[in-house]
C-alpha cells in the first residue's frame, strides 16, 4: 500500500469559498465526504472514456417520514455551498492514492486534479417547501463522472436537514401557532454536526429559539436558557447570597433584597396558605442569587424540589419583591410531573397573586415546560387543556426516533438525453426515467391538489384546461383534472458553477415553509392517517418502457 500523505499530518483547513455557516459547520473539505465506490465508478467511467458524456441524477424519496403525508425540503443552501467549493486537493489526491488499488493509473489522478462543478447544474424546489413522495427534491445534470461523485454528499446534505426540518413541522402543527417552541436537543444529538444541523433545520420547522449558542452565532437564530437543577441544588441559605442589594430599575437607594424577598414570601405563604417552614430556603437564595444577577431576565425553574409548597411560593416572592423595584421577572419553567396540569394550578395562582397584590401583569407570566416532550405527549397535552406559553423539545426533536432517516435516494435518469431506467423485484425501488418538469395543480379551493411529473419535451397543463393524467407506470385507467393553477415546482439555482439565484436568508425559507404548509390541505397535513396526495403523470411518461409500483 502507498504510504499514508500530508492528509494524516494536521489538521484540515474548511472547503475553500465555504463559511462554516453555510457548509453547516463542517470543517476540512467535503469532496472527500464520500463513499469509496463512488471513486470506483469513477475510474471505471474514465478508463471507459465516458467521463464527459452528459447525465441527469434525481434526489427524491420514496415514502413520506413519520407516515405522514408530506416532509419539508431543506438542505439546498449547504449543498450549493459544497457545490461552489467542490474541487480536489493536493492532501485528497495523495489520500485518494493511498486507498485506491495499485493498479490505478497515475493519470487519473491527474484528471481528478482539474475535476470541479463548473459544469454542473441544479434545479430544485425552493428551501423550505412542501414536498411529496416520488417527487424530485434536486434535478442534477453535469459531466458522468462529476455528478456520480456528488451523490452521496448532496444525500448527506439533504436527508438529515429534511427529515428534523420536517420532524420540527409536525411539532408545530401539533403544538398550534400561539405556543412558543424552543429546540434544546444539542446534548442528545448525534455529534456537533448533528446539533447544528438540527438547531438550523428545526428553527426552519417552525421553532422560534434554540438553547445551542453556536447555532444562535452562526445561522442568526434566537438564542433563550436560564439555569439547571444543579444551580438551584448548589444552594443552601440566603448566607450565601452576595452581593446583596439591588438598585431600583428608576433610581434611588439600593435595597436589601434578600430581606425584601423574605418579607413577601411571608406574605405568599399566607396567602396561598403554605407553611412558612416547607419552604426550601436554597432554593429560595438560588433564586434571589440569580434575581439579583438577572434582574430584567428572572426566570425560576420552580420544580427542583416541591413545586406548589417550595418553587411557586419562592418565585412569587423573588417576583413581587422584583416589582416593588420596578423589574418584570420572565417566567418559570417546569421540567417534571404532570405538566398540564401543574401549569393550571400554577396559572391560578399568579391570578391569585395579581388581583391580591394587585399587579396586574402578574397573572401573565409564562409558564415554560420541558421533560422529554414528544409529539405524542404534545398532542396529549393539547388534549388535556393546559396554560403552557413555551415547550423546550430535545431528544425526540433531533434525533427523530419515529423515524431516524429519511431515505432520500439519488438516480440515474438519463445519459446523453437517453433515459435510463433501475427496475427490481422490488417494485417501489423502480425509477421513473428521463429528464423531467414537475407541475404543481391547484384546485377550486385553493389547495395544491396533484403534483403533475412530465418529460421535458411536452406540452405543459395550463390553468382552466383540462388534463389527462396517469398513474406511474400505468398506461391505463386516466383521470382528468382541470386545474385553476398550475406552478413549476423547480427552480434552477446552480449553473457554470456559480450560484444564480439570490438564496433567501434563514428567517425567509422559515416563512417560507410556513406559508407552504398553511396552503396544504388539512386533509394531507394530518399528522395520523393522511390523505395521499396525488403524483401523477403525462402521457409520455406513462409510456416509457418501465415498470410501475
Known amino acids: ?182 429546540e434544546m436537543g444539542l446534548r442528545r444529538a448525534q455529534g456537533p454536526d448533528g446539533g447544528l444541523s438540527a438547531s438550523k433545520y428545526s428553527y426552519v420547522g417552525g421553532f422560534d429559539f434554540t438553547s445551542n449558542v453556536l447555532a444562535g452565532k452562526l445561522y442568526g437564530i434566537p438564542v433563550r436558557g436560564t439555569v439547571a437543577h444543579s444551580y438551584v441544588s448548589s444552594f443552601t441559605s440566603l448566607a450565601e447570597v452576595n452581593p446583596r442589594t439591588l438598585q431600583p430599575l428608576c433610581g434611588g437607594e439600593p435595597a436589601d433584597f434578600p430581606s425584601l424577598v423574605e418579607a413577601w414570601l411571608s406574605k405568599v405563604c399566607q396567602l396561598l396558605r403554605v407553611p412558612l417552614e416547607r419552604v426550601n430556603r436554597g432554593e429560595q437564595a438560588a433564586f434571589v442569587s440569580y434575581a439579583m444577577t438577572f434582574p430584567h431576565n428572572f426566570q425560576g425553574l420552580v420544580d427542583t424540589y416541591c413545586v406548589m409548597r417550595s418553587g411557586i411560593p419562592n418565585f412569587c416572592a423573588v417576583a413581587l419583591a422584583l416589582n416593588e423595584l420596578g423589574y418584570r421577572a420572565m417566567g418559570v419553567r417546569l421540567d417534571s410531573g404532570d405538566l398540564a396540569r401543574q401549569s393550571v394550578e400554577i396559572r391560578q395562582v399568579f391570578r391569585t397573586c395579581a388581583t391580591h397584590f394587585q399587579v396586574p401583569w402578574f397573572e401573565r407570566i409564562p409558564i415554560a415546560v420541558s421533560n422529554d416532550v414528544s409529539e405524542w405527549s404534545l398532542e396529549e397535552l393539547a388534549q388535556e387543556g393546559n396554560e403552557i406559553d413555551m415547550i423546550g423539545v430535545g431528544t425526540h426533536l433531533v434525533t427523530c426516533p419515529l423515524q431516524p432517516s429519511l431515505g432520500c435516494v439519488y438516480k440515474l435518469v438519463s445519459v446523453h438525453g437517453c433515459p435510463r431506467l433501475k427496475v427490481t423485484e422490488d417494485e417501489e425501488k423502480t425509477t421513473i426515467p428521463g429528464s423531467k418538469v414537475v407541475y404543481r395543480l391547484w384546485d377550486a379551493v385553493g389547495f395544491p391538489c396533484m403534483d403533475l411529473m412530465a418529460l421535458e ?93
Not at 459544497?82 to 493511498?98: C, K, N, Q, V
Not at 462529476?146 to 436537514?161: D, G, K, S
Open 1 to 182: 500500500r502507498r504510504r499514508p500523505a500530508a492528509w494524516a499530518r494536521g489538521a484540515v483547513m474548511g472547503p475553500p469559498g465555504a463559511s462554516a455557516a453555510s457548509s453547516g459547520g463542517l470543517q476540512g473539505s467535503l469532496a472527500l465526504l464520500t463513499d469509496l465506490y463512488q471513486f470506483t465508478m469513477a475510474y471505471g467511467y474514465w478508463r471507459a472514456g465516458r467521463q464527459g458524456e452528459a447525465a441527469a441524477f434525481e434526489l427524491f424519496f420514496r415514502r413520506c417520514p413519520f407516515q405522514g403525508g408530506f416532509a419539508l425540503a431543506a438542505g439546498l443552501a449547504d449543498c450549493l455551498a459544497f457545490l461552489r467549493a467542490f474541487r480536489f486537493s493536493r492532501e485528497d489526491i495523495e489520500y485518494l492514492e493511498s486507498v485506491l488499488p495499485v493498479t490505478t493509473e497515475k493519470a487519473f489522478f491527474d484528471y481528478l486534479r482539474t475535476v470541479d462543478a463548473s459544469e454542473v447544474s441544479i434545479s430544485s424546489v425552493p428551501e423550505g417547501s412542501v414536498v411529496f413522495s416520488r417527487v424530485p427534491i434536486f434535478q442534477v445534470k453535469g459531466p458522468l463522472l462529476v455528478v456520480q461523485l456528488l451523490e452521496t454528499t448532496l444525500l448527506c446534505l439533504v436527508n438529515y436537514a429534511s427529515l428534523v426540518a420536517t420532524n420540527a413541522a409536525r411539532f408545530r402543527l401539533t403544538a398550534g401557532p400561539d405556543k412558543k417552541l424552543m
Open 457 to 549: 419535451e411536452e406540452p405543459p397543463p395550463r390553468a382552466g384546461e383540462e388534463v389527462e393524467f396517469w398513474l406511474l407506470g400505468r398506461t391505463k385507467e386516466a383521470g382528468k383534472l382541470t386545474p385553476t393553477a398550475v406552478e413549476i415546482l423547480h427552480r434552477l439555482y446552480f449553473k457554470d458553477g456559480q450560484v444564480c439565484q439570490a438564496l433567501p436568508s434563514l428567517e425567509e425559507i422559515k416563512k417560507h415553509a410556513q406559508d407552504s404548509l398553511s396552503k396544504l390541505s388539512p386533509a394531507h397535513k394530518r399528522l395520523q392517517d393522511p390523505e395521499d396526495y396525488q403524483v401523477r403523470c403525462l402521457s409520455g411518461l406513462s409510456l416509457q418502457p418501465w415498470k410501475g409500483y
